[in-house]
């Protein structure tokens, strides 16, 4: 499963970062996971608890921010919200895309104490 290893790697971020700064756990994380960033969100929230057990991840409040998946059509340039990944330019039909928002996957913050 995708969502465990991504899990997996966010814990391991996030006691790095424990470590580093000597502090003993993580109080919350807010992540930003983007609408076409290809996570499925019923498989995260079933990875997270599993892979956060035993790590000072485990009492974090967590947060999740989803983006909106926005992008400019190459052909027309126009901007427009991609509700599926394969979702044509709604103005000319074009399927060549720039992505500039909602492929995140990243640790927007996160307090240590
Ligand atoms: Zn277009």
Known sequence: MHELTVVQQIVKIADETVLKEQARKVLNIT???????????G??????????RDSVL???DLKVIRPKARAECQQCFSS??????????????????????????????????
């Open 43 to 52: 498989a995260f929230d079933f990875a997270w608890p599993i892979a956060v």
């Open 58 to 60: 485990e009492y974090a």
């Open 80 to 113: 427009f919200t991609k509700h599926q990944p394969y979702d044509p330019c709604p103005k000319c039909g074009s399927f060549i895309h720039h992505l500039y928002q909602g492929n995140e996957l990243k640790i927007k913050s996160m307090n240590i104490i």
């Open 31 to 41: 992540l930003e996971i983007g609408e076409c960033s290809g996570i499925e969100m």
